[in-house]
Nanobody, 119 residues
Framework: QVQLVESGGGSVQPGGSLRLSCEVS????????MGWYRQAPGKERELVAH???????NYPDSVKGRFTISRDNAKNTGYLQMNSLKPEDTAVYYC????WGIGGNVNSWGQGTQVTVSS
């Protein structure tokens, strides 16, 4: 009933930028918190950005000052602007959202989008 679809991944050189999008669809009333996570090969999934319904955000030190999370509530879409990308940012990026919908409160994940930073 609820679907998250990420887009915007790809390959970029170090220092470059990418903007990821996460569109939420389905029988929803509102989106509470949204987050972006990443998982590199052989590593655990980690949080890279989080935004609450009121707009407050938090980032780990590894991306602070380079990544910016935002949301457009009218479009049920979240974004992750990534600047000054580094090879260590290479990973599959996943969108996550806490959603209030027709089925109650649910937590959902997108399918992931690959980001590769390489020269």
């Amino acid at each position: 009933q609820v679907q998250l679809v990420e887009s915007g991944g790809g390959s970029v050189q170090p220092g470059g930028s990418l903007r990821l999008s996460c569109e939420v669809s389905g029988s929803i009333f509102s989106i509470n918190a949204m987050g972006w996570y990443r998982q590199a090969p052989g590593k655990e999934r980690e949080l890279v950005a989080h935004i609450r319904s009121g707009g407050s955000t938090n980032y780990p030190d590894s991306v602070k000052g380079r990544f910016t999370i935002s949301r457009d509530n009218a479009k049920n879409t979240g974004y992750l602007q990534m600047n000054s990308l580094k090879p260590e940012d290479t990973a599959v990026y996943y969108c996550n959202a806490d959603i209030w919908g027709i089925g109650g409160n649910v937590n959902s994940w997108g399918q992931g989008t690959q980001v590769t930073v390489s020269s």
